[in-house]
């Protein structure tokens, strides 16, 4: 048994845990933390299977972004830790029957269909260089722009909709607004009330 | 002569049409346009009658309207001119004129005059066009058009809740036999391809069909299609068991029940069977039933007419009987006879439902004969009329009905009918003891009319209208027989318009010998000496009172209920009726079918959409289950199937 | 590459961010934004009419039957477009970044129907999905309208996953990501071979995540929530323009990469097919809520198009394009009537919100009337030639008891269109306390067509067979 | 032969009128009597016109329009009619301008849109006797829904959303299976003109599910028993004019479709079949007569009424089936006689629901016992009404008995028992009719309390003129046997095709 | 040496645990969405893995692409709770059941 191999069953161990823990724990500051877990432990993994550029990508952007926001919003919300309702122990069964049932279909199916079960999963890719960062900025600019140039869309239409989604005008705010004070006429400086007639 | 015929014939419906566009006119027009039209119709019978026996041309088939002329069938509007139905015009204009203008005064008071006449005169025109049909379709038109009239006549007086029921049932009854009559019509179309009478008469036994099987019977065509026929006469000349309907019809004005329940449409039944005479004398069996029908409705229902009281339903039942004589003598194929009969019966019958009308009249709507007496002496025309009217009925030497009634018994006995002969005997008796029953309490005894009024001149007992028509009828009621019963046996009268001409022959050569000769001879047969028995008898039991029978309270009901055929029409068929078919709406239709089957489906899938509707349980957990399984459904039955 | 520019996705996204620009310094006047925007839109729809790039990109494909899809496309949306302004308009609660949202989904419907790749369809997809989430909980002070959005968001992303997977097998499995690419690789397989079987994994999953997204059941289960939740004018577009991309996504997708599986999926999209219609007349029957019971009804009508495309025969394929025009015109009409109809100046919810309508507004009731009986398939209607291309389909492939079950679910489902035009026709309402915009134009232009097109089906019919025909030409 | 399209003016001017009228939104109500009337009369005159250039010596068909409507689909904007059509076709413009007449005299709010909706009617009627594209002829009849729908759910009584959504899903289910059927013949045939199936050869099986589909649709909407219970409740609830169109027009598109296809393409399992369809119609002429006499409610009396007449009908066709081998003639004779039936009942129907209507608007009521003794009030109308119900129980001499004795005669040439139980219609049919009269019209009616006056003149030209006519087809029935006789033996000759 | 199998049922375990961390969570939304995210992640081994073994690099690519989207969607997921809770004040998945029938 070799490190790589060692080193996979460690950390993929690590990784089922703690995605366990991200789906069990009660308070959702632990899952995120979790989950933070399971994002460093698949970049190691990631980088076993030779993809570096990707697993630093997950860090930088997963960790250092997403999660970041992710906790972020869970101080913002104040949310109370809820406990274990009585309707999550009515449900486990079902959740863990769908569960098994699930991952017996999809394992023996990976197990069954593979011919070459043992084939090694570590396998560099060369494109235009030893280097993956090399190799995939070249696809990347090269074979998919048109993808690439969507994605720009994506995050685009990502900034776009979280902004107008969470935007709201604080009324008790004083602000000027430059265009109506331009705009402004004479009568409507000026209102003229009819008095009462004696 | 079929122009004048064809005259004849729309007379008398043009007088209707006429009376309809001059509905809010006076009513002096109203009277000149009906009995103008019917006298048209009368004198111009009475001239074609002449000229046709003058001629003497045979008989004449005209068509002159098409009710379809197809590949497949084609039928007509037609005229068929014989002596049979020249004769048989006759009576029905001369019956007709005089009841229309006996009416004139019977209804004047009358808020609808002019419906009355409207009615009237269109009966005439239905009856007239089933003695003219030359064809099936136009007498089962006509049929049905005279049963028209009289259920609109019946319920003449539309406010009067018992005519109202009356005509209903008279035209149900009707329509039973109709049944029967309409089958025969179409299988006769079926078989022939024609309903024309001459083509049928031609071929008669050569047709379509070999033999017809009803409920599990059969018969060879042409019985099956005599024996549907007869089955509509037996209803139309209320013939048992069809005949409840015409006592309760009397419930009309009293000319109507002279004019159609007494002296022509009920005896439809009987001109049909001897216009068809041809026919039936080919049919095995079918006379055999028709000659017990007619003497067990002679018979039964005349003594049905003992336990009444109503003035006019002691005459209807004795309508009934008397059309069980003719009808028995249709059935020993002694169709002359039935048709002197017919029209002997029509004058005098007419006769006694017009003095019974103006008996009615004079005593304010009153008919129960218990209430009436002492007549004689307040209406002397009336009460001779009447007298001469009962003694032709009860068959009194000499008169008319003497000679047909007398006739047809004795050539029934003749023939070797024992039974039925037997039965019409008896009914001599019986009709003798009914119609001495009214005559005695009506026209004797204590007078019941007011006191004011019983000291009124007897002179102007009633409208000289009303006196008229019953003067005029008195002369055929009592003279008619003698006059034409000669060249009646003989075959004169009627040519060859009926069948069977032979066996009047031998019946007039073997035992009549001439019309003198059977009025001497009657005197010494037994069924004078009942007749007698039944005078004297009478006289002592409703005029002397001189004893009392106790009928039995037994016999007396059943003859009450007319056999229980009274209750089985008032009581149990329209209860039967309601609750049935009630039942079948409430329980079938609806329950079963509408709710059952369909409301039951809608609410069914209604009741699923609700139940259903609860899966969408809106927490995401659920959602997301449900899509999971279903991915993984597909996959296991992916895996499974291939 | 020049040409590309011409291309109506480029022109929409640079357009959209010129607009959110220019929107910044047009504080007051929204109407000049939307201008803007529908000239943008017509623009593109202008070259998606003219324009076809000879040049081509493997992974993206320029036809004439996609050029003529997003025609169709944008048509749809800029009449959606003039609905939605309208509504919001009246409720007081216009966004331009509504619209700017929209043309961001707009494009990512037009990239899933060029995408000639799965990595394109994916990112169509969620180009769409994305703009829709946003869209769905536009309504920022509704709850219902953020539980929607909710909903939708995590059920979404999770058929996102699936289809992730699904691509991942197909990938792993084929070796490639072009449908081409993966058509020939199908073609090549030894089907007793053991990849055959990733590879239908991989399809399975792959249809039960556009099943999601087209809303057919059994996977249709966030449809009337969401349809229920969001702003009717974001229900409208969420029923016509994702569904007309969706619809040529498994066109693309069945008939070019995965055509050698045709038993497969054939067996599987009947299923769906039949689901979907029981699913969406059966539920449909009780709901009250007017949105939930179009949400059904367009359940049902999905059945309808998959079943039509499931015979995978020339008439199917017609039928199903011809249904899915069809549908989607009769879906804008009869939401584009109740967007017009508003009532205590907030959109009608309820069915029997439309009580007494055909009084107060005959106008409208006989829009009502039009698009209710359309969508019953009543003949001359234009409902009625696109259910019976179907049912000729299906008997013409000799489908004769499904064609038997479509129909009594068709019966089935006119009596939740009749209960419509009951409350609007033949019910008085008790208090008349409600505000209705007046006549417009367009809709009525809109209703209208759908009783010309019935009586002139040959117009719509000629096209869509044209489509076809375009449609075989680059599928085999 | 005329060389203008007379069949699509037909069909499309009164559909254009009726749809300016809805569209107009209440025009005022004197405008749009007026322009009903006119289009109406327009229309009864050029189908008048039909009638006299129709050539009926030949008996084909004739005033062909045949354009290729969807190409694709090879379906063919084909219109065309034959005798059979042509009676039909006329008795539609007559029953509308009649209803015409009578509506000018009603009030009803937003008029214009009610009589809009009749001549959408009217001309979607025409369309369903001219079509002779199976897909066309399918459109008409199924397009016939909508505006009586609407009729009846607008103008309609108390009950009417219940009675209009059952009424509508009973028949859209009958149809769509008469929908499939049409196709999967179209598939065959690969043609949708409705000729082209007859000389399809289907297997037996085919041809029984066949014929149970369109029996099924064809059967709800003439209606047979069992399927004829959407019938009361839609005749109750409609308003008076809604009535007469559905009673005297609309049940006979089943009794046309029935003869259209199912005898010419449906013969050797109808043959197999012909003796339980045909105690299906005894069981309508006899079971349903019963049940009308149980009736409360004058409609639904005189519509249980239309259910046992139609039985008629519908065993005049089946009897083809049961006489065709064996006697042709009778055969052709009950074919006749259904025909004939279609278009008497079409009027005497007519009739009496508009003497109801008559009779509702005074007393408010349709129950029998509330309205009584009214022929003392109204006279004429009750002379009219009392022989419309003797029409309605086959008196001789009106139209009302031609047919059923046709049909009658024909049953007899199949079995003994078949026309006694068809017979005894005579005595049921007339028992409650004249029960009607009898508890409606007359009696004593002292109080007067709903007080009945004397219908218009308006109210009586329509009853007056339908008086007439059952008359004359009643004592002279030639006219409609000449334009019948060559289309029916062509239509039993194309039965012997098809079973060639 | 690591068998690519191995890797394979790894991604499988985590994309059933996220799956069933859907649809067993009663808790608050916060952990659909992290299980959305161990979702991706696990789709995201599936394809480096397959790529790897195809010797093709579509698969990183396409992992690169993953990541991105996945970013804005989790961008806007995260509004929509913001959204979500300022509405209703809760973002527990129990209570989010005011659409359904």
């Known amino acids: 048994m070799n490190t790589e191999l060692i080193t996979f069953f460690i950390f993929s161990f690590l990784l089922i845990v703690t995605s366990v823990k991200v789906i069990t724990s009660s308070n959702p500051v632990l899952s995120a933390i979790y989950l933070v877990f399971s994002f460093f432990l698949s970049a190691v993994l990631w980088l076993l299977l030779g993809a570096e550029f990707l697993s630093i990508i997950l860090i930088l952007v997963y960790v250092g972004a997403v999660m970041v926001l992710f906790l972020f919003v869970v101080m913002m919300l104040d949310i109370n830790i809820a406990k274990k309702s009585a309707a999550y122990i009515k449900y486990l069964p079902v959740g863990i029957g769908v569960f098994v049932i699930f991952n017996v279909l999809i394992i023996f199916f990976f197990i069954s269909t593979f011919e070459n079960i043992n084939y090694n999963a570590i396998n560099s890719i060369n494109v235009i260089s030893e280097s993956n960062t090399e190799n995939l900025g070249y696809v990347l600019f090269t074979d998919y722009i048109v993808e690439f140039e969507i994605a720009g869309l994506i995050l685009l239409l990502g900034i776009l909709s979280a902004i107008v989604l969470t935007y709201r005008k604080n009324p008790n705010n004083k602000y000027q607004n430059p265009t109506e004070q331009i705009d402004v006429e004479k009568k409507d400086r000026l209102k003229i009330i009819k008095g009462l007639k004696e | 002569m079929i122009a004048l015929t064809l005259i004849l014939l729309l007379s008398p419906l043009i007088g209707t049409l006429l009376l309809l566009l001059c509905q809010n006119s006076s009513k002096d027009l109203t009277i000149l346009i009906s009995n103008i039209s019917i006298l048209i119709a009368f004198l111009l019978s009475l001239f074609i009658l002449y000229l046709f026996y003058s001629s003497n041309p045979g008989p004449i088939s005209a068509n002159f309207l098409t009710f379809a002329d197809t590949k497949l069938f084609s039928l007509h509007f037609g005229i068929y001119i014989d002596s049979l139905a020249l004769i048989m015009s006759s009576v029905v204009t001369s019956v007709s004129l005089l009841v229309h203008y006996y009416s004139i005064s019977y209804m004047k008071d009358d808020t609808s005059f002019n419906r009355f006449f409207i009615y009237t005169n269109f009966f005439t025109f239905s009856m007239l066009l089933i003695v003219f049909a030359n064809n099936f379709l136009q007498l089962f038109i006509g049929w049905e058009l005279v049963g028209l009239s009289s259920y609109l006549l019946i319920g003449f007086w539309i406010k009067k809740e018992s005519a109202i029921k009356a005509n209903y049932k008279a035209f149900l009854v009707n329509r039973v036999g109709d049944i029967g009559l309409l089958l025969g019509l179409c299988l006769i179309l079926l078989s022939y391809n024609t309903t024309d009478y001459n083509q049928i008469f031609q071929i008669k036994n050569s047709i379509n069909i070999d033999s017809v099987s009803i409920f599990g019977f059969t018969f060879n065509a042409l019985s099956a299609i005599c024996l549907l026929l007869f089955i509509g006469a037996m209803a139309k000349s209320a013939q048992v068991p069809l005949q409840f309907w015409l006592p309760d019809s009397m419930e009309g004005p009293t000319p109507i029940s002279a004019l159609i329940h007494a002296a022509t449409m009920v005896t439809a039944g009987i001109y049909m069977v001897a216009r068809l005479s041809p026919l039936y004398e080919l049919t095995d069996g079918v006379l055999i039933f028709i000659l017990y029908v007619g003497s067990i409705t002679a018979f039964f229902l005349g003594l049905v007419a003992l336990v009444q009281n109503d003035i006019k339903r002691i005459i209807a039942y004795s309508t009934i009987s008397q059309l069980g004589y003719m009808t028995a003598a249709l059935g020993a194929s002694l169709y002359s006879l039935a048709m002197f009969h017919l029209i002997t019966h029509a004058f005098f019958k007419a006769l006694l439902f017009l003095c019974a009308g103006s008996i009615i009249i004079k005593c304010h709507h009153e008919q129960d004969i218990r209430k009436i007496g002492g007549l004689r002496k307040y209406m002397p025309i009336t009460y001779l009329a009447f007298m001469y009217a009962s003694l032709s009925l009860i068959g009194f030497p000499i008169t008319s009905g003497f000679y047909s009634k007398e006739s047809i018994i004795d050539a029934i006995g003749y023939f070797g009918h024992t039974i039925p002969y037997l039965m019409l005997l008896l009914s001599i008796f019986t009709t003798t003891l009914y119609t001495s029953k009214i005559f005695f309490k009506v026209f004797f005894g204590e007078s019941t009319l007011p006191k004011e009024e019983q000291n009124e001149n007897p002179s102007n007992e009633n409208d000289r209208q009303m006196l008229l028509p019953l003067f005029i009828l008195t002369a055929p009621s009592v003279f008619l027989g003698l006059f034409i019963y000669d060249p009646l046996m003989i075959g004169i009268l009627f040519q060859n318009s009926l069948a069977a001409n032979e066996l009047m022959m031998s019946f007039y050569n073997g035992y009549v010998i001439n019309s003198f000769k059977f009025f001497l001879h009657s005197f010494t047969t037994i069924n004078f000496l009942i007749l007698l028995i039944g005078l004297i008898f009478s006289y002592l039991y409703y005029y002397k009172k001189a004893f009392s029978i106790n009928v039995p309270h037994f016999i007396r009901t059943t003859l009450t209920k007319e056999y229980g055929f009274e209750s089985l029409s008032s009581y149990l068929i329209p209860k039967v009726q309601n609750i049935f078919t009630k039942y079948l709406w409430r329980k079938i239709d609806i329950s079963t079918i509408d709710n059952g089957l369909i409301n039951n489906t809608s609410s069914f899938i209604n009741n699923l959409s609700s139940k259903m509707k609860k899966l969408q349980t809106g927490f995401i957990y659920h959602y997301s289950l449900i899509i999971i399984s279903a991915l993984i459904l597909l996959l296991i039955l992916m895996r499974i199937t291939h | ?476 | 032969m005329l060389d203008y399209p007379i069949l699509s003016i037909l069909i499309w001017l009164p559909i254009l009128v009726g749809l300016i009228l809805v569209a107009s939104n209440d025009i005022g109500k004197s405008l749009s009597t007026v322009i009903t009337l006119l289009t109406t009369l327009i229309i009864l005159i050029i189908s008048v016109k039909l009638f006299q250039s129709y050539d009926y010596s030949l008996g084909n068909l004739q005033f062909v329009e045949r354009f290729v409507w969807i190409s694709g689909l090879n379906i063919f904007y084909y219109l065309a009619v034959d005798g059979i059509s042509v009676s039909l076709v006329l008795l539609t413009s007559f029953i509308n301008f009649l209803i015409a007449i009578y509506a000018s005299s009603e009030d009803y709010n937003n008029k214009s849109s009610y009589l809009g909706y009749f001549l959408i009617l009217e001309g979607l009627l025409m369309g369903t006797f001219s079509a002779f594209d199976s897909i066309l002829f399918y459109i008409f009849f199924e397009s016939l829904l909508i505006p009586l729908f609407l009729i009846i759910g607008i103008w309609g009584g108390e009950n009417r959303k219940y009675a209009t959504i059952k009424f509508f899903l009973y028949t859209f289910f009958g149809s769509v299976l008469m929908l499939i059927s049409i196709i999967y013949l179209a598939n065959l045939a690969d043609s949708f003109a409705i000729e082209d199936f007859y000389y399809l050869t289907l297997s037996f099986e085919e041809e029984v599910l066949l014929l149970l589909a369109f029996l099924i649709g064809f059967g709800i909407k003439i209606p047979m028993w069992p399927v004829h219970t959407w019938l009361p409740d839609a005749h109750v609830e409609a308003p008076t004019s809604g009535s007469v169109i559905l009673a005297s027009v609309l049940l006979k598109v089943g009794g046309y479709g029935m003869i259209r296809f199912l005898l010419p393409i449906t013969t050797e399992a109808g043959i197999y079949l012909s003796d339980y369809m045909i105690y299906l119609s005894l069981i309508a002429i006899i079971y349903i007569s019963f049940v009308a006499f149980a009736q409360e409610d004058m409609k639904k009396l005189i519509a249980y009424s239309s259910v046992a007449h139609m039985g008629f009908v519908t065993m005049g066709i089946f009897l083809v089936f049961n006489l065709m081998g064996n006697n042709p003639t009778a055969a052709a004779i009950g074919l006749e006689g259904a025909m004939v039936q279609m278009i008497s009942h079409g009027l005497i129907s007519a009739a009496l629901f508009f003497c109801i209507g008559i009779m509702y608007k005074h007393s408010h009521s349709r129950l029998i016992k509330d309205n009584f003794g009214v022929a003392q009030f109204m006279p004429i109308f009750s002379f009219m009404m009392v022989f419309f119900l003797m029409a309605n129980s086959g008196l001789p001499g009106t139209s009302g008995f031609v047919g059923e004795f046709l049909v009658i005669t024909s049953s007899l040439g199949s079995s003994f028992l078949f026309g006694f139980l068809a017979a005894l219609s005579l005595i049921l049919s007339a028992s409650y009719s004249l029960k009607l009269g009898k508890n409606v019209l007359f009696g004593d009616n002292q109080k007067n309390s709903q007080g009945y006056l004397e219908c218009k003149s308006n109210e009586k030209i329509v009853l007056g003129t339908l008086v007439i006519f059952v008359l004359y087809l009643g004592i002279s029935p030639d006219v409609l046997f000449n334009l019948l006789d060559k289309s029916v033996s062509d239509i039993i000759s194309s039965i012997s095709i098809g079973k060639a | 040496m690591i068998p690519i199998s191995y890797y394979l049922i790894l991604s499988t375990i985590i994309f059933t645990l996220s799956v069933a961390g859907i649809f067993l969570n009663r808790k608050n939304i916060l952990v659909l969405l992290m299980s959305l995210e161990l979702m991706f992640l696990s789709v995201n081994f599936n394809l480096i893995t397959l790529g790897n073994y195809l010797g093709d690099l579509t698969g990183q690519v396409f992992v690169f692409f993953v990541l991105t989207v996945v970013a804005a969607e989790s961008a806007i997921g995260l509004a929509l709770l913001i959204v979500l809770f300022r509405n209703k004040k809760t973002i527990d998945v129990d209570d989010l059941s005011e659409l359904k029938g």
């Not at chain 3, 047009?26 to 324009?51: G, N, P």
């Not at chain 3, 398939?377 to 038997?404: D, E, T, W």
């Not at chain 3, 479509?406 to 019910?427: N, Q």
């Open chain 3, 1 to 476: 590459m020049l040409e590309l520019f011409y291309i109506p996705e480029v022109i929409l996204s640079i357009g959209v961010l010129l607009v959110i620009i220019i929107d910044l310094y047009l504080q007051k006047h929204k109407y000049i934004s939307f201008f803007l925007i529908q000239l943008l839109l017509i623009i593109a729809s202008l070259y998606a009419l003219t324009e076809v790039p000879q040049q081509n990109y493997s992974s993206y494909e320029f036809s004439e039957f996609t050029s003529s899809i997003k025609f169709i496309l944008l048509l749809g949306a800029i009449i959606i477009f003039q609905y939605t302004y309208q509504h919001l308009n009246y409720l007081n609660s216009l966004k331009i970044e509504y619209f700017t949202i929209s043309i961001l989904g707009l494009v990512g419907t037009m990239v899933m129907i060029s995408a000639y790749s799965l990595l394109m369809l994916y990112l169509g997809i969620e180009l769409l999905s994305l703009a829709l989430y946003a869209l769905i909980g536009f309504n920022k002070h509704s709850g219902l309208s953020s539980e929607a959005a909710i909903k939708y968001y995590v059920l979404g992303a999770m058929s996102s996953g699936i289809l992730l997977f699904g691509i991942s097998l197909i990938y792993g499995f084929t070796g490639s990501i072009n449908y081409f690419d993966i058509a020939d690789q199908i073609r090549n397989i030894n089907s007793t071979s053991v990849q055959y079987l990733g590879i239908i994994f991989g399809l399975i999953f792959i249809t039960a995540s556009l099943c999601f997204k087209f809303g057919a059941a059994p996977f249709h289960i966030w449809v009337p929530d969401i349809y229920q939740g969001s702003l009717i004018s974001t229900t409208i577009l969420l029923s016509t323009l994702p569904k007309i991309g969706v619809f040529i996504v498994f066109l693309k997708l069945y008939f070019i990469p995965f055509m050698a599986l045709e038993y497969v999926w054939s067996d599987i999209l009947i299923f769906i097919g039949i689901a979907s219609i029981i699913i969406g007349s059966i539920f449909a029957l009780t709901q009250e809520n007017i949105k939930r019971l179009l949400a059904y009804s367009a359940i049902s009508n999905i059945g309808f198009i998959i079943l039509a495309m499931a015979l995978v025969s020339n008439d199917g394929l017609h039928a199903s394009l011809y249904y899915t025009i069809v549908y989607s015109f009769t879906a804008l009409a009869s939401f584009g009537v109740v967007t017009h109809i508003t009532s205590n100046s907030h959109g009608i919810e309820d069915i029997s919100d439309l009580a007494g309508l055909s009084k107060t507004h005959p106008y409208f009731a006989i829009l009502i009337l039009i698009t209710m009986l359309s969508s019953a398939g009543i003949p001359p209607l234009i409902g009625f030639h696109a259910k019976l291309m179907v049912i000729q389909a299906l008997i013409n492939n000799s489908y004769i008891l499904i064609s038997i079950i479509v129909v009594l679910m068709t019966v089935v489902s006119a009596y939740y269109y009749l209960r419509v035009i009951k409350t609007v026709y033949f019910e008085d309402r008790e208090n008349l306390i409600s505000t209705y915009t007046s006549s417009n134009i367009l809709l009525s232009i809109n209703v209208i067509l759908l009783l010309g097109l019935g009586i002139f089906p040959f117009i719509l019919f000629d096209t869509t067979s044209f489509l076809v025909d375009l449609l075989t030409v680059i599928s085999i």
